[in-house]
């Protein structure tokens, strides 16, 4: 690890809460918590503190990006389910509707009774 990592870690321990994502206030907040003599390697620091904190707010920001995705991919697929369902509940299944058909046309089929006592009478 290099010499900034190195220090910028050991800043960002103890003072993390401190900074943000703008340079020139990273570079007053160093001045505060630390002595840096060299103006070159404070601005170093400085910039590598302002670039780790900003990639940490965007990886922050997709993950939430993500779960905010998912979370509407699950709301859809249960919605999907759910008008599935309710169009199974209303129309019957295939064999309902095919014995209700057979049962009617068995009944328009048959004859009635009185039907049945002339027909054997002719029969006779």
Excluded: C, W
Aim: glycine content about 2%.
């Amino acid at each position: 690890m290099d010499r900034i990592k190195r220090l910028s870690y050991q800043v960002m321990d103890n003072h993390k809460s401190k900074f943000g994502e703008d340079f020139a206030d990273n570079k007053k907040v160093l001045d505060q918590v630390s002595i840096v003599r060299s103006k070159g390697l404070k601005n170093e620091i400085a910039g590598y503190i302002t670039n780790y904190i900003k990639k940490e707010i965007r990886e922050q920001k997709a993950k939430q990006a993500q779960a905010e995705a998912s979370k509407v991919q699950e709301q859809q697929a249960q919605r999907e389910s759910e008008l599935v369902e309710e169009s199974t509940e209303d129309a019957p299944t295939t064999e309902e509707s095919v014995v209700e058909e057979v049962s009617v046309e068995s009944a328009e089929d048959a004859p009635t009774t009185e039907e049945s006592e002339a027909t054997e009478e002719k029969s006779e």
